[in-house]
């Protein structure tokens, strides 16, 4: 299995700023993703994050509001840019090594707008 | 496009009866499944998946599943509940075959399983 750190694990911003979650594996991983759980919600795909090119985003889900880098294969960061409450949710990282195999999750970031 | 549907918000059953937490999905082709529980404050933890072969299959915990092409099922199963089963269970579904954007995980809304004393 796959150890991910998450950063940061929290946080409240204020609407307009953007904010950097950072995710670390502890292992090189084919495959990262980002998700989004909205309260009481379940988790929705924003983007594959690709390694050395540009992330693959799900439809309702761009580039200029969710920016995502991946320099290599341990590391990925996801910006939520000029925030609104609306996006008040919990943003997750996700690895997986391959089609067949089970993905693993951080612990999430709970991001409050205000 | 894949989807998964979990029919029931809220399950309640009685500690030390067996349980069942319903999952029905539509994939093009043939679906890899996965079942996820979340804790309360907590991440996504794995607790069995379907790739090929058996049809029931066990995981962590106690829990089983069992995959049912014929009806596009994957029930979460387990036969005697205990309180601390108690959480937020969702599955998910990936489509076989890469391409057109099936490389994540699609999951359903989640059920919530209430254990009783």
């Known amino acids: 299995s796959a150890v991910i750190s998450q950063k940061p694990s929290r946080d409240i911003c204020q609407r307009g700023t953007s904010l950097t979650i950072q995710c670390q594996v502890d292992?090189?991983?084919?495959?990262m993703f980002w998700y989004r759980q909205q309260p009481g919600q379940s988790l929705t795909l924003i983007a594959t994050a690709n390694q050395g090119s540009e992330a693959t985003y799900e439809s309702g889900f761009v580039i200029d509001k969710f920016p995502i880098s991946r320099p290599n294969l341990t590391f990925s960061t996801l910006t939520v840019s000029n925030m609104s409450p609306e996006d008040s949710s919990i943003y997750l990282c996700s690895v997986g090594v391959g089609r067949g195999t089970e993905a693993f999750f951080g612990q999430g970031t709970r991001l409050t707008v205000v | 496009a894949q989807s998964v549907a979990q029919p029931e918000d809220q399950v309640n059953v009685a500690e030390g009866n067996p349980l069942t937490v319903k999952c029905t999905y539509s994939?093009?082709?043939?679906?890899?499944l996965f079942w996820y529980v979340q804790y309360p404050n907590r991440g996504l933890q794995f607790l069995l998946k379907?790739?090929?072969?058996?049809?029931l299959v066990k995981g962590s915990y106690g829990f089983e599943a069992e995959f049912n092409k014929s009806q596009t099922s994957f029930h979460l199963k387990k036969p005697s509940a205990l309180v601390s089963d108690s959480a937020l269970y969702f599955c998910a579904v990936r489509n076989r075959y890469s391409g057109g954007g099936a490389d994540g995980l699609t999951f359903g809304k989640g059920t919530h399983l209430i254990i009783q004393p």
């Open positions: 994939v093009s082709g043939n679906p890899y």
């Open positions: 379907y790739i090929t072969g058996d049809n």
């Open positions: 292992s090189q991983v084919t495959m």
